[in-house]
């Protein structure tokens, strides 16, 4: 009985390794299909016009008019877009405010395609689009209008009007909005003034004059962007984006982008932040440019 069982043993044991010895080379090549597929699907994800995807490239030059200033790529851009206001929603996606009279818009673009994934216009024909920023307190994203003191409450996904709201400035204007870290949105008006709102109530709790390292008052504040603990802002008819200290308002950095773009039309001003804080990297445009470009700010001093 027992050598039976030894023999049958001895037997199944043969079975099996000639079983693995044929199979072996079939899952082989099934577990290298697997893989090939998988690499495929990345390399399909990263072309997909859709894809949120995004890599950043190495340092292509640093700019002739300020050296701080690191060029890595550039993109194709909307040269109808009077770009208002620029945030990156996810890496390699971003939101685009619009403005103009019944010409203004919001819509989700591909960054590295400049392809339109989604576009609505949700102000009325009347109202000016400007800057956009994403409100923590909600999970919505608020637009301001120029002149009409409106902003917009829109739904995240698909840009729907979800609130109106009256609002006031300094100006009775609004220019640019961004978050800060604790979620207070920061507004400008074209004024030297920064009011600060709770995201909660959308009403102003305070407000910060923006000066340089003389003290001097510097207007014309327009798209902002908080990155690194900074508020980054546009100024108005200038190649400058100025870094602002978001408590005292001071002037701590100012970056000349003067040979970024040649455009020569006379609307077609820098304006358009946007911080990557996956990647620590900012896209920057301007109204009716064709191109977005991809930089970094290196505050050392340039060799």
Sequence with gaps: MSLEVISST?????????????????????VTLVVIAAVG????????????RFHV???????????????????????????????????????ESTGLYDRSSVRRVNATTGDVLLHRAPFPAAAFGEGITLNQADNTYIALTWQSQMLYV???ED??????KKFASTRNEGWGITTLDDGTL???????????????????????????????????????????GHIYANVWYTNNIIKIHPTTGKIVATYDLSTLCTNTNHDAVLNGIAYDHVHDVFFVTGKLWDTMFLVQFNDDPAP
């Design 10 to 30: 001895s037997a199944m044991g043969k079975k099996s390794k000639a079983t693995a010895a044929r199979v072996r080379p079939s899952y082989l090549a099934l």
């Design 159 to 164: 840009f729907s009007v979800r609130a109106a």
């Design 186 to 228: 920061v507004v400008s008006d074209g004024s030297h003034i920064l009011h600060y709102w709770d995201p909660k109530t959308l009403a102003e709790t305070r407000q910060v004059a923006v000066v340089d390292a003389a003290g001097k008052r510097v207007r014309h504040l327009n798209e902002l962007e908080f990155a690194r």
């Design 154 to 156: 829109l739904d995240k």
């Design 41 to 52: 699907g990345i390399w399909w994800a990263q072309t997909s016009v859709d894809s949120p």
């Design 57 to 95: 490239p190495s340092v292509q030059f640093r700019l002739p008019s300020d050296r701080r200033v690191h060029v890595l790529a550039s993109y194709p851009h909307d040269a109808s877009a009077f770009t208002q206001g620029l945030i990156v929603e996810s890496p390699g996606v971003l939101v």
